[in-house]
Nanobody, 125 residues
Framework: QVQLVESGGGLVQAGGSLRLSCAAS????????MGWFRQAPGKEREFVAA????????YYADSVTGRFTISRDNAKNTVYLQMDSLKPEDTAVYYC??????????????????WGQGTQVTVSS
């Protein structure tokens, strides 16, 4: 079992930055992918970014490429999502997720095994 706890959400003006953190605990094994998803009111949960466990390969949604950066600190079992140049359309609840295995470019939320409780990000115009 893996437990994920997100933090770092909040309210920011358009053009600003936020950094989300996801602390993982439990038994992840040696090969797993960590991902970030988001869900706005009335919309489906959508993929944002993912990072692999071995060499740290990353994958991003087109909508955040060049603005968001996913990274990890294996010593702290923590994954980060640095969000820059935020836009009002980035407003959503952001979820951290864990998928067992080596594939990184996995955008379907149903293929992730564990989820955090979510953290709200609100970008004002």
């Amino acid at each position: 079992q893996v437990q994920l706890v997100e933090s770092g959400g909040g309210l920011v003006q358009a053009g600003g930055s936020l950094r989300l953190s996801c602390a993982a605990s439990g038994r992840t094994g040696s090969s797993y992918t960590m991902g970030w998803f988001r869900q706005a009111p009335g919309k489906e949960r959508e993929f944002v970014a993912a990072i692999g466990s071995s060499i740290g390969r990353t994958y991003y949604a087109d909508s955040v490429t060049g603005r968001f950066t996913i990274s990890r600190d294996n010593a702290k079992n923590t994954v980060y999502l640095q969000m820059d140049s935020l836009k009002p359309e980035d407003t959503a609840v952001y979820y951290c997720a864990c998928r067992l295995g080596t594939l990184v470019a996995v955008t379907n939320p149903h293929l992730y095994n564990y989820w955090g409780q979510g953290t709200q990000v609100t970008v004002s115009s």
